[in-house]
């Protein structure tokens, strides 16, 4: 046998031995040996690789010592998007969520014949530090990403290779062919004290928090520096996947625990919302003594089956909550209190504080919230008050300590004028709508007046009209906008379309190739989505659901300016109060003044893509019963709005109705106001008013149900139900709804098809009674392949 042979040999049993030390010391907590016997292996190894450095591979422990600085990083797109968590701040938040879980899972609650179902969750301890995603493809890891945005991150794959407990390649056997590990890299707050002093031995930058030091630390173009550093990593998920993994959240973890990876020791089972909170406190109490920085406990339900049918919200899952402990709070001096205006003219007090740390974190300012809030502390400029940072990340001022208050201590006044413009500042009003009154009542905002002739008011309006979600232009940061309007370039969103070269040339950081770009990228936005278009205008209320709600149902410009605001309260998810606000918007004339120039060809031309017809699912959807219980006629609900379309069949009747006519329909009561309520000429023109518009949008009882040509599925409602092991249930919808189906989450006669995966409860059980079409998750799948889906 060859010297290099023998070499080969013990380099493998090398690597075997400090494999499974790092493995018993960083995930079992159980070191096997001294650390001088560990490093005396280590530094085996490292010398025979040095010698024969034809042996040396990409997972060997010698190989976390970092490489050459990179001049930056690429990026990467997670196959599976990297979501953030809901948040719970009281106990009655998770008792909500839990409640949310139940309904979503249609479990049963209960009763005097038997017990409620209970929901089984993972616990874990939230740990503050930074969220990165591993890959891992046939046990060797070859990629590592920050979670960025959700969608996009980081690539720092060298990086991630340094931190000591990062499995290079993973232990045992049986895992998937391609693995996604996720969860955070931290410092603990050892080794965050250590780093810190070092630091300063150095006459380097301390950091203010561990998580601060994480963030940093992982982010070094030069991974040297991250090798030097003290980072962990804990697991707590997986993305993508391909292969058999356990069928719960806590069996996952325990499998990655047997293939080396390290997971938190404080996970446990609860079962129900109140073993979750017993959990919630004692690690509460806990907290000081653990080794690193957490600023809650995250609560998952345990059966993936359940998180499959549970899904997503837009931007988190339904399944998983993240319970925050109470911030940490700190004493410190009001010195001043200035007004800052907002995109919707809402003129905000903010508590200019002398510094102070808080968390670990140096505080100068905080939200004031409003001024019912300065009102409810009671708070004057000069007290001494507690300033709490909300949720471990917004400060706010929380309590006046009245014994320190200095004599010269003065009150906090709103303003007259708008700071920035000199507008009027007014207070809000708030109108309360019930049964056929409307109350009004002061608001808590004041509002600047000037609109978008007030300059912040304009910047803010434009920053969010070319954020990336909106009309998405390339090139158009804070501070370009800011000089924009500041040089009076851009007075409305309009006025965007109408620059030229030789403006932006001008300002500053601009060569000729950044103008260029710039009005590409202003040409580029012209052919917008509707539901982009709605959303980039800015309503209050309408954010991006909504836009798209508004978009996909009514499916024109036109009749969403159109729109009455009963209307409006038939589309999905869109309530009185955002249906006013959605109206009162396009009934302004200024903003139809923009939006005509918009999408003038004369001036900037946009061109409104995916209009048309009105959704085939809302033609002739509404009855005239439903109408009448719109109109909230005092003292008939839903049950008499019935009965007076059973009896007269058309609104002209009943507005022709004598006394005797409703007197025979209705109890006396009833059929006093709905005769009292029309008697009224105002009431009686907007029953009119809203009826032509049903008709003229396609939606009245009497209008033709319509299905939208070249969508196979137009005008079905489809349910899905149990768990989907092929495809994600938001996949799915997305397949349906681009098939033209609505998918729905309850069952009724009017529901056309339920798929039903394992696991499939009451709705499986409702659609069977009702005798409805039921497909497996197969035969859905063969049913989509028809579709060339």
């Not at 925050?324 to 700190?330: S, V």
């Not at 909504?546 to 036109?558: D, F, H, N, P, Q």
């Not at 959704?615 to 909230?632: Q, R």
Request: proline residues 4%; glycine residues 8%; negative net charge.
């Amino acid at each position: 046998m060859t010297d290099a042979s023998i070499a080969a040999s013990r380099i493998l049993q090398l690597r075997a031995e400090l494999d499974e030390h790092n493995y018993r010391y960083h995930v079992l907590d159980e070191p096997s040996v001294p650390d001088a016997e560990y490093d005396r292996l280590f530094h085996e190894l490292k010398a025979l690789e040095t010698l024969y450095p034809a042996l040396v591979t990409a997972d060997s422990p010698t190989q976390r010592v970092g490489s050459l600085a990179l001049s930056a990083f690429g990026e990467i797109k997670h196959e599976v998007p990297m979501l953030s968590l809901g948040n719970a701040f009281e106990e009655t938040d998770l008792l909500d969520f839990e409640r949310r879980v139940r309904e979503g899972l249609d479990l049963p609650a209960g009763d005097l014949f038997g017990g409620a179902a209970v929901v089984e969750y993972s616990c874990e301890p939230k740990l503050d530090g930074l969220a990165v995603s591993l890959l891992y493809r046939d046990g060797l890891l070859v990629r590592g990403a920050t979670r960025g945005d959700g969608s996009t991150g980081e690539d720092i794959s060298v990086n991630v290779r340094t931190i000591r407990n990062v499995p290079l390649k993973l232990q045992g056997e049986g895992w998937p062919v391609v693995l996604e590990v996720r969860g955070e890299v931290f410092m603990s707050k050892s080794g965050f004290a250590a780093l810190n002093a070092r630091q300063l031995e150095q006459g380097g930058k301390t950091f203010a928090n561990p998580r601060n030091a994480a963030a940093g630390s992982l982010r070094q173009l030069d991974s040297k520096i991250t090798a030097s550093r003290p980072l962990e990593f804990c697991c707590y998920g997986i993305g993508q996947v391909q292969g058999e993994l356990p069928s719960t959240h806590i069996g996952i973890l325990e499998a990655l625990k047997q293939w080396g990876m390290p997971i938190s020791r404080e996970l446990k089972l609860a079962n129900g919302a109140d073993e979750c909170l017993a959990y919630y406190r004692d690690i509460g109490e806990r907290r000081e003594s653990l080794v690193y920085e957490i600023d809650g406990v995250v609560f998952k339900v345990n059966s993936l089956a359940y998180q499959r049918e549970l899904g997503f919200r837009a931007r988190e899952p339904r399944w998983a909550i993240a319970h925050k402990f109470p911030a940490l709070e700190e004493l410190t001096e009001l010195l001043d209190v200035e007004f800052q205006v907002g995109r919707t003219g809402a003129v905000t007090p903010v508590a200019r504080l002398k510094p102070v740390k808080v968390a670990g974190v140096t505080v100068s300012n905080a939200t004031l919230h409003n001024m019912d809030e300065v009102v409810r502390l009671g708070v004057m400029i000069g007290d001494t008050v507690t300033i709490r940072r909300a949720g471990d990340v917004i400060p706010q001022v929380v309590q006046v300590v009245l014994e320190r208050r200095p004599v010269d201590a003065r009150p906090v006044q709103i303003p007259e004028s708008c700071p920035v413009c000199g507008s009027h500042v007014e207070r809000t009003q708030l109108v309360k709508r019930s049964k056929g009154k409307e109350t009004f009542s002061e608001g808590s905002v004041y509002r600047c007046v000037g609109r978008l002739t007030c300059a912040a008011q304009l910047k803010q309006a434009i920053i969010h009209f070319v954020s990336r979600r909106a009309m998405d232009i390339e090139g158009l940061g804070d501070k370009t906008i800011e000089q924009l309007v500041d040089e009076g370039l851009i007075t409305s969103p309009a006025d965007l379309y109408r620059l030229k070269f030789e403006q932006i040339i001008n300002l500053e950081g601009f060569a000729e190739v950044s103008c260029n770009k710039l009005l590409q990228a202003i040409a580029d936005s012209k052919q917008p989505s509707l539901a982009r278009f709605i959303y980039a205008l800015g309503i209050p209320d309408v954010g991006e659901e909504t836009a798209k709600v508004l978009a996909r149902v009514l499916a024109s410009l036109e009749r969403v300016q159109q729109a009455l605001p009963e209307v409006l309260t038939y589309l999905p998810d869109i309530g009185l109060e955002v249906a006013h606000e959605i109206h009162s918007f396009f009934a302004d004339s200024h903003n139809r003044q923009v939006i005509a120039a918009l999408l003038s060809r004369d001036e900037c031309g946009l061109q409104l893509q995916e209009q048309g017809e009105l959704s085939a699912e809302f033609s002739a959807s509404v009855t005239l019963a439903a109408m009448l219980d719109k109109l909230n006629i005092p003292s008939v609900g839903p049950g008499g709005a019935q009965k007076l379309a059973d009896k007269f069949a058309n609104l002209e009747a009943i507005l022709a109705a004598d006394w005797l006519d409703m007197r025979q329909t209705l109890p006396e009561k009833q059929a006093k106001a709905v005769r009292e309520f029309f008697d009224n000429v105002a009431n009686a023109e907007r029953a009119r008013a809203i009826e032509a518009q049903l008709q003229a949008f396609g939606m009245h009882w009497h209008s033709e149900k319509k299905v939208i040509a070249g969508l196979p599925l137009a005008g079905q409602t489809w349910v899905l139900t149990g768990s989907l092991e092929m495809m994600s249930r938001d996949v799915a919808k997305e397949k349906l709804e681009n098939l033209g189906a609505k998918v729905a989450g309850s069952v009724s006669a009017k529901t056309s098809c339920v798929v039903a995966g394992p696991g499939a409860g009451s709705k499986l059980a409702k659609a069977s009674e009702l005798g409805l079409r039921v497909m497996d998750e197969a035969q859905f799948l063969d049913a989509l392949a028809d579709f060339g889906l």
